[in-house]
Nanobody, 122 residues
């Protein structure tokens, strides 16, 4: 049974930074890719970034390029999302996701975490 556990969210002021963590219950190499998706209040879930666990190659959705950085520490079975220069519009629940099928990466996910809340005040 795969578990993804997010942490690192919180309430910050605009301009600050956060590093979100996603700890997997099994080795990240068991997934073809892992990523982050966020959902703002009243909006649909939106992809943020994806990392291919074998190569370390990253993919960012166009609107997320520049302030978001995805990375992994395979030894710790953990994927990170660094968010810099936070803006009020970044306020959302951030979910970690994982996928085993190359055909579904980077946009479709089979496994989800419970999410960690990020709230940015102006």
């Amino acid at each position: 049974n795969v578990q993804l556990v997010e942490s690192g969210g919180g309430s910050v002021q605009a301009g600050g930074s956060l590093r979100l963590s996603c700890a997997a219950s099994r080795h990240t190499y068991g997934f073809y890719c892992m990523g982050w998706v966020h959902q703002a209040p009243g909006k649909e879930r939106e992809g943020v970034a994806t990392i291919y666990t074998d190569s370390g190659r990253t993919y960012y959705y166009d609107s997320m390029k520049g302030r978001f950085t995805i990375s992994q520490d395979s030894a710790k079975k953990t994927v990170y999302l660094q968010i810099d220069n936070l803006k009020p519009g970044d306020t959302a629940m951030y979910y970690c996701a994982a996928e085993e099928s190359s055909a579904r990466c980077p946009h479709e996910w089979n496994y989800w975490g419970q999410g960690t809340q990020v709230t940015v005040s102006s």
